[in-house]
């Protein structure tokens, strides 16, 4: 879709969410007990006033999750369709009917705020949450494709599950007693890294007294003021950008900062010196490892300065906790496994001089500071039975490390 067409047809939703005969907000087709009418016609969907949700979206949000899938997809030319432990399938109720060029974009146009309609019209890209009836939240994130435009949604859960419940070692809790430092959470998207902060924020929450402050795009989990207080900024709606909204973090007195996403030079700088100068920071990183997680983080600084970068880095990291998420082995969804770095002496004096690659080997010696390597932990899920073997190779970064561990 063009840039002049969108535009247009933005005008023309807007023109009808504001008009007297605009539709008044409708959630009650979500209600329990009730089952939505859902296809043939997505091209006809209504159009409400903004922070609504449009009818047959919220009825294949129902579907998504009466069945328990973790993402809904609407991708043009494809009958909708949902993830159910890790393996797409169509929305049975969508009729086999594939979606037209602009059927992801009419789908969430009434759920767009102003100021997001721009940024999609303009950037071809934007994320936000919704939150339909009893259903609860999703994170979508509406983009445009080749042949028209198409939406992920995800599942929010309604409630943040402790660490054991995601199958992650409860030794990370420890990583938030320190009141200062970086913990990086990396991992593709989709492995679960948000859920993973979320789990983290919520021991903050419950068992010490601190001022959390959460910067999101969008917000995903909710935490309601605990034994501390903890204040949730949405990038887009409460600040401009991250770095933005950060620099104002570091004035309003937190001891703890959340970055939903280092993805630019500038969030990172004041990651690092808000870690450095007395804040626990807890991010994200969208990497597989430990020695990419490193290289990441330089790299995105000038050559000059990556020098000053790495000593900055090496005083500032407190820990890396890289995931990803491999099938069950009964089919019955997945499980994470995981690689967790220290930064004891020696990973400094590794960050410092720029040897990244020696991080790994830090790994494999660092049992005792609590280390894992990527391979330990396949390694353990591959004799629990919970994963195959030919799963745990093909996620291996190391398959002679592997091959070792499983003899």
Same mark, same amino acid.
């Given at each position: 879709?063009?840039?002049?067409?969108?535009?247009?047809?933005?005008?023309?939703?807007?023109?009808?969410?504001?008009?007297?005969?605009?539709?008044?907000?409708?959630?009650?087709?979500?209600?329990?007990?009730?089952?939505?009418?859902?296809?043939?016609?997505?091209?006809?969907?209504?159009?409400?006033?903004?922070?609504?949700?449009?009818?047959?979206?919220?009825?294949?949000?129902?579907?998504?999750?009466?069945?328990?899938?973790?993402?809904?997809?609407?991708?043009?030319?494809?009958?909708?369709?949902?993830?159910?432990?890790?393996?797409?399938?169509?929305?049975?109720?969508?009729?086999?009917?594939?979606?037209?060029?602009?059927?992801?974009?009419?789908?969430?146009?009434?759920?767009?705020?102003?100021?997001?309609?721009?940024?999609?019209?303009?950037?071809?890209?934007?994320?936000?949450?919704?939150?339909?009836?009893?259903?609860?939240?999703?994170?979508?994130?509406?983009?445009?494709?080749?042949?028209?435009?198409?939406?992920?949604?995800?599942?929010?859960?309604?409630?943040?599950?402790?660490?054991?419940?995601?199958?992650?070692?409860?030794?990370?809790?420890?990583?938030?007693? $320190?009141?200062?430092?970086?913990? !990086? %959470?990396?991992? =593709?998207? &989709?492995? #679960?890294?948000?859920?993973?902060?979320?789990? *983290? /924020?919520?021991?903050?929450?419950?068992?010490?007294?601190?001022?959390?402050?959460?910067?999101?795009?969008?917000?995903?989990?909710?935490?309601?003021?605990?034994?501390?207080?903890?204040?949730?900024?949405?990038?887009?709606?409460?600040?401009?950008?991250?770095?933005?909204?950060?620099?104002?973090?570091?004035?309003?007195?937190?001891?703890?900062?959340?970055?939903?996403?280092?993805?630019?030079?500038?969030?990172?700088?004041?990651?690092?010196?808000?870690?450095?100068?007395?804040?626990?920071?807890?991010?994200?990183?969208?990497?597989?490892?430990?020695?990419?997680?490193?290289?990441?983080?330089?790299?995105?600084?000038?050559?000059?300065?990556?020098?000053?970068?790495?000593?900055?880095?090496?005083?500032?990291?407190? $820990?890396?906790?890289?995931?990803? !998420? %491999?099938?069950? =082995?009964? &089919?019955? #969804?997945?499980?994470?496994?995981?690689?967790? *770095? /220290?930064?004891?002496?020696?990973?400094?004096?590794?960050?410092?001089?720029?040897?990244?690659?020696?991080?790994?080997?830090?790994?494999?010696?660092?049992?005792?500071?609590?280390?894992?390597?990527?391979?330990?932990?396949?390694?353990?899920?591959?004799?629990?039975?919970?994963?195959?073997?030919?799963?745990?190779?093909?996620?291996?970064?190391?398959?002679?490390?592997?091959?070792?561990?499983?003899?």
């Amino acid at each position: 879709m063009e840039t002049d067409e969108l535009n247009r047809l933005i005008r023309s939703l807007n023109a009808a969410g504001e008009g007297p005969g605009a539709e008044p907000p409708i959630l009650e087709h979500v209600r329990e007990g009730e089952q939505p009418n859902v296809f043939p016609g997505l091209a006809a969907t209504s159009l409400l006033a903004d922070g609504d949700v449009a009818p047959r979206l919220a009825a294949l949000l129902t579907e998504t999750v009466r069945r328990g899938g973790t993402d809904l997809l609407l991708v043009p030319r494809s009958e909708p369709v949902l993830r159910l432990h890790g393996v797409l399938e169509p929305v049975a109720s969508a009729g086999g009917e594939a979606l037209g060029p602009s059927d992801a974009f009419e789908l969430l146009a009434p759920s767009l705020s102003a100021d997001r309609r721009r940024r999609f019209a303009e950037g071809g890209a934007v994320d936000l949450s919704l939150r339909v009836g009893t259903l609860g939240r999703f994170r979508v994130n509406l983009h445009r494709t080749r042949g028209g435009t198409a939406a992920a949604v995800r599942v929010l859960p309604k409630r943040i599950p402790p660490l054991t419940e995601l199958g992650l070692p409860e030794s990370l809790y420890d990583l938030t007693k $320190a009141a200062r430092g970086l913990v !990086l %959470v990396t991992g =593709a998207t &989709g492995s #679960g890294k948000t859920t993973t902060l979320a789990a *983290l /924020v919520d021991r903050i929450n419950r068992t010490s007294r601190r001022h959390v402050v959460t910067i999101e795009d969008p917000v995903e989990y909710e935490h309601a003021h605990g034994t501390s207080i903890v204040e949730q900024v949405e990038v887009g709606v409460d600040a401009p950008t991250f770095a933005a909204a950060l620099v104002a973090a570091l004035r309003q007195d937190p001891d703890v900062i959340l970055v939903g996403e280092m993805r630019d030079l500038e969030t990172t700088r004041a990651a690092l010196t808000a870690a450095e100068t007395g804040h626990l920071v807890l991010a994200t990183l969208h990497t597989n490892d430990v020695p990419q997680t490193a290289n990441r983080i330089t790299d995105i600084f000038p050559a000059e300065q990556q020098a000053t970068v790495r000593q900055q880095l090496s005083l500032a990291l407190s $820990a890396v906790v890289c995931q990803q !998420l %491999v099938p069950r =082995a009964d &089919g019955k #969804g997945r499980v994470v496994a995981t690689e967790v *770095l /220290v930064a004891t002496d020696g990973v400094r004096a590794h960050l410092r001089k720029g040897t990244f690659h020696q991080l790994h080997t830090e790994l494999t010696l660092g049992r005792r500071f609590g280390m894992m390597t990527m391979e330990d932990s396949l390694a353990r899920l591959v004799k629990a039975g919970t994963i195959s073997e030919a799963e745990a190779r093909l996620r291996a970064g190391h398959p002679d490390d592997l091959a070792a561990l499983l003899r």
